[in-house]
């Protein structure tokens, strides 16, 4: 599994397709981002942790999410 690319300590849960190159992310930094008011919003999930991330997201964030 790819360790996330910001603490390089846990676990990706989400790679972040809207960068160039994707960048992955643990649960612990990509909700840190959207606490920051800085959410992943285009991701697609690793692993369990992906629908933990959804949901944060959903519930903290003040960005429009996109329909797919």
């Not at 599994?1 to 809207?18: K, L, Q, W």
Request: charged share 20%; net charge negative.
């Amino acid at each position: 599994m790819t360790d996330c690319m910001n603490c390089h300590a846990a676990p990706a849960a989400i790679e972040d397709i809207g960068a160039e190159p994707p960048r992955p992310w643990c649960l612990g930094c990509a909700t840190a981002l959207v606490r920051a008011g800085d959410p992943v919003l285009d991701y697609r999930p690793l692993g369990s942790d992906g629908d933990v991330y959804a949901r944060v997201l959903a519930a903290g964030s003040t960005e429009t999410l996109p329909f797919r």
